[in-house]
Nanobody
Framework: EVRLVETGVGLVQPGTSLKMSCITSGFRPGYHCMAWFRHAPGKDREGVASIDSDGTIIYSAAVKGRFTVSRDKRKNELYLQMSALTPEEAAMYYC????????????????????WGQGTQVTVSS
């Protein structure tokens, strides 16, 4: 059974940092694409960052320069280091994975990912 579990539930103040992890099980090593998404109330689910098995990384324009995604291929774990968080970035954050093409990985369309974690809430408030 494939499972993804996000850790790093956070209540942080604006301008501060938070690191999240995504622990997976049931995947064969080196699953091609892993990504982070977020979903805020009233908004569509949006891709934040993706990384493929070759290590190519894509960030959304909204987070580029502030967020860093990394991956431990041996453990099939995914990480997201977020900095300079704003209240508008409060959302449920999800990790996702699938064996999809590199182009699909870079585009971060949520409907092409078949495996999702349960999500973890990030609140940014003073």
């Amino acid at each position: 059974e494939v499972r993804l579990v996000e850790t790093g539930v956070g209540l942080v103040q604006p301008g501060t940092s938070l690191k999240m992890s995504c622990i997976t099980s049931g995947f064969r090593p080196g699953y091609h694409c892993m990504a982070w998404f977020r979903h805020a109330p009233g908004k569509d689910r949006e891709g934040v960052a993706s990384i493929d098995s070759d290590g190519t990384i894509i960030y959304s324009a909204a987070v580029k320069g502030r967020f860093t995604v990394s991956r431990d291929k041996r453990k099939n774990e995914l990480y997201l280091q977020m900095s300079a968080l704003t209240p508008e970035e409060a959302a449920m954050y999800y990790c996702a994975a699938d064996d999809i093409s590199s182009n699909d990985c870079y585009r971060m369309y949520p409907w092409v990912f078949g495996y999702w974690g349960q999500g973890t809430q990030v609140t940014v408030s003073s």
